[in-house]
T-cell receptor, first 113, second 116 residues
């Protein structure tokens, strides 16, 4: 499989705590993307980090990338109940002249009020 | 500026019937991707289309499934003779150019297909 794999599969925390989700992938990448999915909805793009970047911030989100370990992490600081969702990492898979995003199975985050 | 529009939102079919799922990409986007998601699973790539062309259908089952993106109108994912295993959420995503080259995808809200 060319997918990224998120870890943990599920995470439950209290409001105000930080949430860390990890993603490992198998092939070399140009960029890695994180998406969020609320229950029953489509995915929403959160952040993209390029292979030559090590860390990126967006509001309460912090993403790191370690290409030597083929891994990335998503940190949500000062979590809120509204952050409850599934989070997916995605990488580009090249095949036969085509490019597509492939997704991991996701981390299901529950933030308890 | 409307986002990616998918309809219907929910679709119920009996075994053996046909299911047609529609997707209108964002304005100005010429690349459409279809993904399937089973409960508690990630998204599985099915097909990548540009206007009037199928670029990559490596994720599509060989039988009963087809997709098109005509010059005019929405992209259609068609499932013939549906079986219970086809029950899933089907998501469409679009991008202004090849999605992998540093471009993010914009997703619709999905069509939940239930096969009785």
């Amino acid at each position: 499989s060319q997918q990224g794999e998120e870890d943990p599969q599920a995470l439950s925390i209290q409001e105000g705590e930080n949430a860390t989700m990890n993603c490992s992938y198998k092939t070399s990448i140009n960029n890695l993307q994180w998406y969020r999915q609320n229950s029953g909805r489509g995915l929403v793009h959160l952040i993209l980090i390029r292979s030559n970047e090590r860390e990126k911030h967006s509001g309460r989100l912090r993403v790191t990338l370690d290409t030597s370990k083929k891994s990335s992490s998503l940190l949500i600081t000062a979590s809120r109940a509204a952050d409850t969702a599934s989070y997916f990492c995605a990488t580009v898979f090249h095949q036969g002249g085509s490019e597509k995003l492939v997704f991991g199975k996701g981390t299901k985050l529950t933030v308890n009020p | 500026n409307a986002g990616v529009m998918q309809n219907p939102r929910h679709l119920v079919r009996r075994r053996g019937q046909e299911a047609r799922l529609r997707c209108s990409p964002m304005k100005g986007h010429s690349h459409v991707y279809w993904y399937r998601q089973l409960p508690e699973e990630g998204l599985k790539f099915m097909v990548y289309l540009q206007k009037e062309n199928i670029i990559d259908e490596s994720g599509m089952p060989k039988e009963r499934f087809s997709a098109e993106f005509p010059k005019e109108g929405p992209s259609i994912l068609r499932i013939q003779q549906v079986v219970r295993g086809d029950s899933a959420a089907y998501f469409c995503a679009s991008s202004p150019q090849m999605g992998g080259l540093g471009e993010k995808l914009f997703f619709g809200s999905g069509t939940q297909l239930s096969v009785l």
